[in-house]
């Protein structure tokens, strides 16, 4: 059986589905491949304000939001054990006229309430099949299924993952290197209401990062855990007994939430870096995880990803809000690659060095974290700035996810 269709989005996970739901709203015929994984994990995505305005442009805001939980308070510890180390700073919500800075949503969850929506739209056709293998021509992209089936199409959207056979199969190389670090993910269970506050406590090893997590069946405060740590450390816990797990878990978090409970089994992933040294090619373009990967530092990655996906509805919705006549045409791909590289880069890079810096244990660097540490504490503007743009950036964002209020507002506001 073929199928022809304008645009191919390979990969179901949940940059994939914003771009495949977002693009059929903007009137393209999509088809979206590949098996979506919608499994119970212990992955959860903080999703910002700016990704929570592109999901309200494909009306899935309210959804969201309803299946995550807020978070108001976002908080950074340095356990470091540095001579130099600074007081915990907290940045409230509230310093920039807000409410909550996003919601932290299971990731399974999402990818189910994406699916769910993508279903509806009659313009989306869904095949879970794999992909296994890619042909390029000068005008399509012919997609063979397993099964037999074909998909041509004009543009390839590549959202398969940091594996992404659509991007080797387009000859788009990537920059990779690891990290000496494993990150153990986990859902808590905990005797004390989180109160909506994020705390992420920078170690020598990493970050170890408690989020807001809504309840979880009969567990009423609950929390998800991202915490790095060397891989002789990961190896360790990983095979002692759970309550003694729990208690080097709850020590980590200083024991504000109480005594934690697991309420599912942990698991744990290598820490690995990658950077396309291209967003597009010939007929394809590249987006979450296709893209770039990066560890889990200031849950920048999804955001990332989302803000991928917006700015190629942005830019094949054209000026005008209609769909361009070719998708796939060199133009197109060019100015989505144009748009996406200076977000992607210094993301990737701003990632990569706040990590390294806490692996680093030289004086100097000590002394320069704490240094930046005392200057948020200490200066409302700066403070506030930054909060505007780790929630929702406006340099070069896409427009569906721009701050309309002026941070002119914010920086009026006293210290």
Known sequence: MLLDTEILVAGPGAAGLTAAIGLAQAGYR????GPADTRPTTRTVAL?????????????????????????????????GSPFRRPPVSFHAREIGTDVFGYNVPNSVLVSLLLDKARTIENITIRPQLIEQ????????????????????????????????ARRAAGISTQTWDYPQVALTAFLDHPF????????FHTRQGPCTFVPLPPQGEHRHCSSLVWLMSRREAERRLTL????????????????????????????????GLAARRLSGPRIVLIGEAAHVFPPIGAQGLNLGFRDAAHLVEVLA??????????GEKDITDAYDAKRRLDVGSRTFGVDFLNRTLLNHLPPVDLLRAAGTTALAGIGPLRRRIMQEGMSPQAGAPLVMRNKRRMADCDALPN
């Open 134 to 165: 890619y042909d390029f021509s000068d005008d399509r992209v012919i997609a063979s299924l397993d099964g037999g089936d074909t998909i041509k199409a004009r543009l390839l959207v590549a959202a398969d993952g940091a594996a992404s056979p």
């Open 48 to 80: 910002f304000e700016g990704s929570l305005r592109f999901l309200g442009s494909l009306e899935m805001r309210d959804t969201v939001e309803q299946a995550g939980e807020p978070l108001a308070v976002m908080r950074i510890s340095d356990d470091t």
């Open 318 to 327: 054209g000026e005008a809000g209609v769909s361009v006549e070719d998708p």
């Open 193 to 200: 209401s989180h109160e909506n506050v994020s705390t992420e």
């Open 241 to 272: 007994p759970v309550e003694d797990l729990e208690d080097e878990i709850s020590l980590a978090g200083q024991y504000a939430l109480g005594q934690v409970k697991l309420v599912r089994p942990v698991n744990s992933y290598p820490m690995r």
């Open 30 to 33: 999509v088809v979206l491949a």
